[in-house]
């Protein structure tokens, strides 16, 4: 795995997930080499174009891509995570994952979250804090972790 910044730390995508990131970066290129891009855009518009494209590269260059984690419940990058609000017992679930980058129909929280964060390495039934943007600690318990590949979304059929 090659990466352009030094100490970079892998990146969890799903396949999905990369393919769209390949994607766009394609579409980057393909309107930033059409003559009209360059008169029709300015230079903060070619910037922005630009440092998505560094930003694509550095994600794809670090990706680690289908490779579920270990499954042994222990909360880490590619873990489907249900967590239950100790304060007022509602679960949810979420994949730790790559925020910026979008995985299909699963909530996506980043591990430099703050849930997140404070989730990375516990295991079930371990209880985590974290603090929110307003200063209030929020307490969760982990419920269960398992790999993105062996989670099973709830069924919304009626029938």
Known sequence: MTSTRPGARPVWLTPGAHRRLRAE?????ATGTAPEATEEHGPALRGQREERIREIR???????????????GVAEPGMVLTVRYDDTGDAETFLLGMRAVEHGEI????????????LVGARAGEQRTYRVPGGSTVRVTLVEAVPYGHHRPPSTGTG
Not at 25 to 29: G, H, K, N, T, W
Not at 58 to 72: F, K, R, T
């Open 107 to 118: 909530e996506v929280y980043s591990p430099e979250s703050p849930l997140g964060a404070a």
């Open 58 to 72: 550095d994600l794809l260059n670090n990706a680690v891509v289908g490779e579920d984690p270990p499954d042994d």
């Open 25 to 29: 970066l394609a579409d980057l290129f």
